[in-house]
């Protein structure tokens, strides 16, 4: 009678696993390592919202992408390097697959996981920062700085500059100061920079802020005695209020300040009141809750009670349209992988990553989700992990962004052979042997 009730046991708990391991086998898991809390929380806690609320109304209205549920878990990194790790090892094998991909949501923390992400088969999206030559996917496979990087932004901004001088030979002689974040991120585009005043003929002072930023009394009295004629601010979180107020003090005009997208959101400008009108900032997505998408998150998440977001009156403001950008771009990689390696299948890392070098965010694709001139088209190759994407320029008027450019196009010219020469110059320095994208296509 033992042997017959234990028989029954197991084969009832081996239904119970063969259950769950069902189950299991029809989930997507994505880590959400952002942070939630610190002085960086105000843009890490809009972009983890419109990132998990995307992934909710994936699940909410579609079923998850062809059957297969989106699961997460959420860790909080402080944007500090250390946590960031930590996240990254804890997460990196939940779920039937392991993790599907990795944000790390800081360029610290980028820099910290380039090397463990091709060991682990697990790509990071590094989507409008981290480090620029990981564009370069024959020696990077495994991480891709979408849409636009931090070099050819630059570029971008100083063709905004020069469309506002009047021509790009009216910055000779020019003086530009960048205001920049000390930390990985803030230091990414010294070298482009520098290239840039050399091709056309200005000047730049590179000035530090240290972390987090929230005293600059001295770097806006260098400012004030430089006398510059424009300054990029390269600033994040509490830095972006300070440096424009600040600027306010010093008599410095703020339409004559062009921020990274990092300091181009509501967050950024409201703490800083009247100081923040005429602020000019780059940008590679559209405020506003206008948009299907946007209206669908309304609908099939909050309608449901199930949204992130306490305070509604984030929806659809900068931060919170990026983390949708985020989820759509990351999604859309998934979808992808599940058209070469089956449908309704949940993908390993290594699936999604050709995903990822496979995918086209063309104007059907954005029609097709609802975010029509919600985000730039690009496309992603073996070699390109970077995509192409352009540039626009909004400005501040007191109470919401105003798009003041059209897409600027990046100065690939310039951009793609710095990135070339960094990324062969690390292969060798870690003795990576570069794919050959040719045969692998």
Known sequence: MKRSMLALALAAAATGFSGTAAAQAKE????????????????????????????????????????????????ETEYITSRGVECYERLKKRGPTGASLFHPLSTGITYALIDRAPIDKVPLITLGYGRTDASDGRVFPYVFPLITNYWSQNTAKIRFIGQREGGMDKLRGKHIVNLYHDSAYGKETLPVLEKQAEMYGFKVTNIAVPSPGNEQSAQWLQIRQLKPDWVILRGWGVMNPTALKAA??????????????????????????????????AGFNAAGDKFPVIQEIRKHVYGKGKGEL?????????????????????????????????????????????????????????????????????????????????????????????????????????????IEASAMQYAKEKNITPRDCAKEK
Not at 33 to 49: H, L, T
Not at 52 to 62: F, K, P
Not at 384 to 389: A, F, L, P, V
Request: hydrophobic content about 40%; aromatic content about 12%; glycine content about 14%.
């Open 310 to 418: 306490e305070d509604k009156s984030r929806i659809g403001t900068i931060y919170y349209n990026r983390g949708v950008i985020f989820a759509i771009v990351s999604t859309e990689a998934i979808r992808k992988a599940q058209e070469r390696f089956g449908k309704g299948q949940p993908m390993t890392g290594e699936q999604v990553r050709w995903g990822l070098e496979n995918l086209n965010i063309d104007e059907a694709t954005l029609k097709r989700l609802g975010a029509s001139g919600f985000m730039p088209t690009f496309r992603i190759t073996c070699e390109d992990h970077e995509g192409g994407g352009g540039v626009r320029f909004q400005q501040w008027d007191g109470k919401q962004w105003k798009i003041i450019s059209d897409w600027i196009p990046t100065d690939q010219k310039l951009v793609r052979p710095m």
């Open 28 to 75: 997507q898991f994505i880590p959400a390592a952002f942070y939630w809390v610190g002085p960086f929380a105000p843009g890490g806690s809009g972009i983890a919202a419109g990132f998990l609320d995307y992934l909710t109304l994936l699940n909410e209205r579609d079923g998850g992408i062809n059957g297969v549920k989106l699961t997460w878990e959420k860790c």
């Open 248 to 281: 306010a003090r010093a008599g410095f005009p703020r339409d004559r300040i062009v921020g990274v997208w990092w300091s181009g959101s509501e967050e950024d400008v409201i703490p800083a009141g009247d100081a923040a009108k005429g602020f000019i900032a």
